[in-house]
């Protein structure tokens, strides 16, 4: 495929030349399943408490290897702390896919934070971006807060956002093309102010907007996110670069996708640091998965380091959590993937609430 160039009062967008990249696909082919439903696009994160794990990661040294997770761009800030060698992002919905190649492409535009927030927006970057690399997240989002989306430049990035997904080798539908714009579209006409929302339903009061996704901070009082500083955005940047953040579409409790990221991990030689689960648990007990779910955690390789990083939503379980924090609907909580396994082994488990209550790790 050959470069995408787009101006705006001189501001120009471009992507270097590249082949299309079969081994990227053929990967995703190779460790994906047939996808499934849930009911929701889930486009960002309702887990406002999402970063209150980063203080004790840190503290453990979880770092390195290969990072596994669900969902969308929550990931991102999980990744460019533990900086790991490869990243997997599963889940159901052959959607989240789609989502995630609309994040690669943006990456493959953007040469900066704020050029990244832009794009995604449709909000034209400022003009001397190269010097906004130092600027705080709140930095950043003050100036989107303050720049009214751009029909026109939403307009021919959403072009090269599709010219680019369409080279990366998967082979993608007309409907999925439509996909990828619909998303798109969605983040530039809500900007910072988009919110979680499932099928038919608005969206909680207590669910926070992309704004407050971005300005949260981990229990030690840092901004956590992976937008927060420069360097953290170049490091995920080479990851998609060099085709190293790899969607996936596989059910947790499924009996392929999740165990051949393990085979594929071990052929690297690596072990997985960090599998961030969401409270995709919770639905997995319900349906009666989870033994699977378990098993399938079980061959993966890890070590004592190696952690899951699941949410609690209390409110719709009726019983708090005592790691809750104080204006928090969510709560963040850490185990070691050793513990679960050891657990699982010895029928601990009755139900969710003593899978998120048993040897979760004291974050503060």
Known sequence: MGAVVTHRDGLCLRTTDRATDSAFAQLIERLSEPGGYF???????????????????RDMDVSGGAYIGVGPDQN???????????????????DNLLQHLLFKSLFALAESRVEYLGLLLGRPPPDDARAWNDRTIQELVDYIDATPADGEFAARTQQAVEELAAGFGLSLSPADIATIRRF???????????RFTSFNRSP???????????LERDLTGRHASYLAREQDFQFLKSLQQRNLVVPVVGDLAGDHALMAIGRYIAERGERVSAFYTSNVEFYLM??????????????LPYDERSVIIRSYFGGRFRFSHPQSVSGYFSTQLLQTIASLVEEHASNEYRSYFELVTKHSLELR
């Open 286 to 299: 319900r349906q009666e998965k989870f033994d699977r779910f378990a098993g399938n955690i079980t061959e």
């Open 76 to 94: 991102f800030s999980y990744i460019t702390q533990v900086r790991p060698a490869i990243a997997f992002i599963i889940d159901i919905r052959r």
């Open 39 to 57: 009911d929701t696009d889930n486009l960002i994160s309702n887990e406002t408490s999402y970063l209150h794990v980063m203080g004790k990661m």
């Open 204 to 214: 909680r009061p207590y669910y926070p907007t992309y704004r407050q996704l971005l």
């Open 184 to 194: 798109h579209s969605t983040f530039i006409g809500n900007g910072l102010s988009l």
